[in-house]
């Protein structure tokens, strides 16, 4: 992907850094030449100015288009649709498994359309780091790495044989191998570099770092001031491909930061904090950038958790500005001095770096935080943005008790646990992980957690037996530090052992719990607890057997282990009795600031990033011992229960068929607000009696064998019968059952929603799915839409729509319609019975549109309902009219 040759506003000048020269488009000269007020401009919006100048083209990036990011200054927003082309792509193997199988099956397809397969290539370079496939099968062990790792590899054998296939096939495609470290603490710790670099005409070209990733939490470099956010694969392929990918200039919302922390507040506290204000706040689309005298008090790597929880918060992005910190960190984690060289000459260049001194910018809207105000704090639970102190946890956990599980009058119950001389009641903690990119890039929560287990040792504490506890730090440098700062014993003592490097716990990956505490959970439908480093706690997501789910720091991790319960009040009851029989309390435990900080400074050093990071691509004898076979195209093998071939280019021409009008289609689905890519997209373990266990079984695989649906993502038989499966979803088409079910018509058989959808299929049946608020939240699960149009789902209807799952449904040719504010399927008064046409999509059609839903009751009644088309630009419309954005860009390249 080259940069353009139009300049039409004279900015493309020559920069030293160093001993080097490099050219970049200069904001200054920009301004100088017609665009008036940019240095004004949020820095974020800086970026995709210099995105637009760098590939102004006249075609999909115009003259007007730059000027309507300097025309935002007036109104702090625009509707105005620009082309915005990131600098790289990040993939984690969950959602860039599918992301390589559909590259993959492109080449196919392109052989069949009589085009040139080898065009098939990344036209940017791509990451992929495999960092989800690990489960948390031992634990509390010394042999739990070991023993964990060779189950990974045992089970995920073929989907690592396609990868390496794919590192070696694939131009500009880049594999980190099992074992490594969370993507985005990769990302944070190495591959990405603040302003990128490219040689092009014998020139070397500076421009700042930007990516999109096939994961939600992609933000946490935002830390690091690299503007990247979360995308679908979908959304990620066509970036691969080069095709720009189209947003509408967003509004960005200001975060005014000062003071510092109090002594005893985490990081993990913050950024919960903030989640909640800007959740409140409804930020769902828009950039937030922090800015402030308080943000030079926010190490790098708080300023990454807090750039990491963005879908928590529901933005786009939460981006920090360069300083002298971000410096810091460059050099402290290995980056070469030519490159923090430059990256301090180039963001001062464009007026992009940050000192107290720095006049605020322009801002669509503005919060503040007092970073002395925030309190020690959890999230749960059930969402992210729930927080609650930790003062007040053990009240709010009773709380729901009645309000959310139903169960009033009842926390004081406790049952016995088979061959177990202790109880387990509503409450308890049965899972303790620390985990996650959200905090385990951070030492200061890290290390607080390891001198904490330290103290409660010392002490003669000793974890509660029913905990099943967990160390999945983000790559192998905590480990490192761990290891020389002397704390891992102390962690080991405690049940902390490591299980490896990925994204455990957090994902689903906890594995099972030991089987007595599982079946007196399920005999006696205990609200079991998990308190995990996590960023999400979503019903369903954490552990099948677990119901109440909470976000908190690494250090209070170690504490909920030690007590066991939620029922404990760590303020002001013990945590337990020490070896001197006196009752220890948190605060006796807790480590100082200072403390933390001295050990950071000892024991977090350059040579342990340089060391890790030496070899990264090298992989263990595991990922070296796999035999793959070459070529061109991808051997696809039809008994493979984890790669297949997907159907959607079957029959596919070279010139699209026009778009058919929905008519009389059946209602799949009736869902509430907050349903989240969680509940659609498979996710977690694959139940026996389920469609896609019943796959399997018919396949030959042994239920213990299943393994996951994440690890299944390559396999599109699997991943369409999990599609609306989460055992704890709720379709109100069948009130008071959990579960993927619903009810076929006009027979009124209530069945699995795979098997209705597949009735509908034969019967010629066209499909819709109607949801309330915030329908798609959560993470940026590509099947959650895929599977949706596998199903033969057309539309879904819903009150609005969460921006990564809106635009994945588009990519794969799903219309998502929102109602007018005010009316819902609830006040519709649907049931489930109705049948529902839209015309409008054959032709005439524009972005954003109102089209009518005409419903026809079980009782002939008929109503016309507006509902807003939100395919919300151009670009996304002939995506749409293509039947999706990967035949589009088939088309265009076998044109």
């Known amino acids: 992907m080259t940069t353009s040759s139009l300049d039409s506003f004279k900015c493309r000048k020559t920069l030293t850094a160093g001993d080097k020269t490099y050219v970049y488009y200069s904001l ?69 498994v599918p992301a390589v199988v559909d590259l993959a099956a492109m080449r196919d397809a392109m052989n069949a359309l009589g085009g040139n397969p080898r065009l098939i290539n990344p036209l940017v370079p791509v990451d992929l780091v495999i960092d989800h496939s690990v489960i948390v099968d031992e634990f509390g062990s010394p042999t739990a790495f070991a023993h964990n790792v060779e189950l990974e590899y045992q089970r995920n054998g073929e989907r690592y044989r396609f990868l390496k296939w794919a590192q070696q096939s694939f131009d500009n495609f880049r594999v980190v191998p099992p074992g490594t470290g ?90 919960l904090t903030v989640t909640q204000m800007l959740r409140k706040k409804g930020v769902v689309g828009k950039f937030v950038e922090f800015f402030g005298p308080g943000i030079g008090a926010l190490a790098l790597e708080d300023r990454a958790t807090i750039g990491n929880m963005a879908p928590e918060y529901g933005a786009t992005c939460g981006f920090f500005p ?61 969402r992210p943005q729930d927080r609650v102190l930790l003062s007040e946890t053990k009240a709010g956990f009773l709380g729901s008790m009645a309000s959310e599980f139903k169960k009033d009058g009842q926390a004081g119950q406790r049952f016995p646990v088979e061959g177990e001389d202790y109880t387990i009641g509503h409450g308890d903690v049965v899972i303790a992980a620390i985990t996650s990119c959200t905090n385990t890039s951070n030492p200061s929560v890290m ?75 399920n005999a006696n439908d205990v609200v079991a607890a998990a308190v995990l480093s996590g960023n999400r706690n979503f019903e369903g997501r954490v552990n099948p057997d677990v ?32 070896s001197d029989g006196q009752p220890v309390y948190l605060r006796d435990i807790w480590p100082s600031s200072q403390e933390v900080a001295e050990y950071i400074r000892e024991n977090v050093t350059k040579e342990i990033f340089a060391t890790r990071y030496a070899d990264v691509f090298k992989g263990d004898e595991n990922w070296q011992a796999i035999e793959i076979s070459s070529g061109l195209t991808f051997p696809w093998d039809s008994r493979s229960t984890y790669v297949q071939n997907p159907p959607y280019f079957e029959g596919m021409t070279k010139t699209p068929v026009p778009v058919e009008d929905i008519d009389d289609a059946r209602i799949l689905g009736l869902f509430l607000d907050s349903i989240t ?42 991943m369409m019968r999990g599609t609306f499966a989460n055992i704890r979803i709720k379709n109100q088409m069948v009130p008071g059952v959990e579960g993927g079910v619903t009810v076929h018509e006009p027979s009124g058989e209530q ?68 109602f007018d504010a005010g009316t819902s399927w609830t006040s519709l008064g649907l049931t489930g019975k109705e049948t529902v046409t839209i015309h409008g999509l054959a032709e005439g059609l524009k972005p954003r549109d109102v089209l009518l839903a005409r419903i026809t009751y079980e009782s002939g009644e008929v109503k016309e309902v507006p509902v807003v088309c939100r395919i919300d630009t151009y670009e996304e419309l002939e995506y749409f009219r293509n039947g999706g954005i990967l035949h589009y860009v088939l088309r265009s390249l076998a044109a």
């Not at 020139?203 to 990733?213: K, W």
């Not at 490896?500 to 089987?515: A, Q």
């Not at 977690?684 to 030959?700: F, V």
């Open 28 to 96: 200054v000269e920009a301004e100088r030449n017609g665009l008036a007020g940019i240095s004004q401009l949020p820095v974020s919006m800086k970026v995709l100015l210099e995105n637009l100048l760098r590939f102004e083209d006249g075609r999909t990036v115009k003259a007007d288009d730059i000027r309507a990011i300097a025309g935002w200054l007036a109104e702090r927003s625009s509707n105005a649709e620009i082309a915005f082309r990131p600098a790289r792509v990040l993939m984690q193997d969950f959602t860039g």
């Open 447 to 521: 290390i607080g957690a390891g001198l904490l287990a330290r103290n409660a040792v010392a002490k003669g504490l000793t974890r509660k037996p029913w905990v099943k506890t967990s160390l999945a730090p983000g790559s192998q440098v905590a480990a490192d530090y761990f290891k020389k700062a002397d704390l891992q014993k102390d962690l080991d003592a405690l049940g902390f052992n490591l299980v490896g490097f990925g994204c455990t716990t957090c994902i689903g990956n906890s594995g099972p719990l030991p089987e007595p505490i599982s079946e007196a959970i």
């Open 677 to 718: 890519t969680d509940h659609i997209s498979p996710a977690g373990s694959i139940k026996q009696g389920s469609p896609a266990g019943t796959y399997l079984r018919d396949h030959q695989v042994r239920p213990q064998d299943f393994n996951q649906y994440g690890t299944r993502r390559g396999n599109h038989q699997v």
């Open 547 to 578: 119901r109440a789910n909470y976000l908190a720091s690494p250090p209070l991790v170690v504490a909920y282990a030690l007590a066991g319960s939620l029922q404990i009040d760590l303020v002001n009851d013990p945590l337990g009795t020490g």
């Open 182 to 271: 969370i993507c985005h603490q990769v990302n944070l710790e190495y591959l990405a570099q603040t302003v990128w670099t490219k040689d092009e005409n014998g020139e070397t070209l500076a421009y700042p770092d930007t990516l999109v990733g096939t994961d939600s939490h992609t933000t946490m470099v935002n830390g690091l001031a690299v503007l990247g956010w979360g995308v679908g694969g979908i959304e990620a392929e066509a970036a691969m491909l080069g095709q720009p990918l189209s947003m509408v200039i967003p509004q960005v919302v200001g975060f005014r930061v000062t003071g510092k922390l109090r002594e005893g507040v985490t990081a993990t506290d913050l950024v």
């Open 751 to 818: 069945m699995p929603i795979f098997d209705a959808a597949m009735r509908y299929k034969g019967e010629g049946v066209p499909l819709v799915v109607f949801a309330g608020k915030e329908y798609g939240t959560g993470s940026s699960r590509d099947w959650a839409a895929k599977g949706t149009v596998l199903l033969g789902i057309r539309a879904v209807i819903a009150e609005s729509f969460e921006r990564i799952h809106r635009s994945n449904l588009v990519g794969m040719g799903v219309v998502p319609l929102v």
């Open 322 to 382: 360069v300083d002298v910190e971000t410096l810091r960190y460059l050099s402290q984690t290995g980056r070469t001095q030519d490159r923090v060289a430059l990256v301090e000459a180039y963001m001062k260049a464009q007026g992009m770096f940050w000192t107290p001194e720095t006049p605020d910018p322009v801002f669509t809207d503005l919060l503040e935080l007092d970073l002395d105000s925030v309190e020690p704090s959890l999230a749960g639970p059930k």
